[in-house]
Antibody
């Protein structure tokens, strides 16, 4: 069965970077784009970007363009989300989610809580 | 950028009621719209894709309709397990979520 297992919670200081991993299993990793979505406490869902695991091509939401890096390691079927220059506004639950072509985000990780605090 | 709005922000209905949520896009997204259900502390769950296609395993009381800029999600008979927040999402140009609609039992 399809599973997306994310890394554990992180606490970071303002100005630092965070890297969250998402290990995929149960399907061919390179056949499906991976998206990242975040959710601040008590708020709605915010799309961040996607990566094509086959070739590493990425697309980012404009507001994250300068400080978001999505990457992947095909040898371990793992996608990564790195966000730099963190502020308290980046405190959120970060999800990875697989997209089925012409469908939508059909499988999601459980989320990784990133807390930014001095 | 395509903006998404949802109404109402909260709906309170009785068990067995028909519940309708509306999602509007700032420009045409054809039928590239999905609906998700999210319960507190959980990841979203895909319900509907391409505006009206029911995801496998989702109860048939959920249905979606619409095209262009206006879309609806309908729960034909509200059940206790349907208490959640519902989000629409466009994927015509980039990806954008609506602000969400919270569904409660009256």
């Amino acid at each position: 069965q399809v599973q997306l297992v994310q890394s554990g919670a992180e606490v970071k200081k303002p100005g630092a970077s965070v890297k969250v991993s998402c290990k995929a299993s149960g399907y061919v990793f390179t056949d499906y784009f991976m998206h990242w979505v975040r959710q601040a406490p008590g708020q709605g869902l915010e799309w961040m970007g996607w990566i094509n695991p086959k070739n590493g091509i990425t697309s980012y939401e404009k507001k994250f363009q300068d400080r978001l890096t999505l990457s992947r390691d095909t040898s371990t079927s793992t996608a990564y989300m790195e966000l730099s220059s963190l502020t308290s506004d980046d405190t959120a639950l970060y999800f990875c989610a697989r997209v089925r072509p012409n469908v939508a985000l059909d499988y999601w990780g459980l989320g990784t809580l990133v807390t930014v605090s001095s | 950028d395509i903006q998404m709005t949802q109404s109402p922000s909260t709906v309170s209905a009785s068990l067995g009621d028909r519940v309708t949520i509306t999602c509007r896009a700032s420009q045409s997204i054809v039928y590239w719209l999905a609906w998700y259900q999210q319960k507190p502390g959980k990841a979203p769950k895909l319900l509907i894709y391409k505006a009206s296609s029911l995801e496998s395993g989702v109860p048939s009381r959920f249905s979606g309709s619409g095209s262009g800029t206006e879309f609806t999600l309908t729960i034909s008979s509200l059940q206790p397990d349907d208490v959640a927040t519902y989000y629409c999402q466009q994927y015509n140009t980039y990806w954008t979520f609506g602000p969400g609609t919270k569904v409660e039992i009256k």
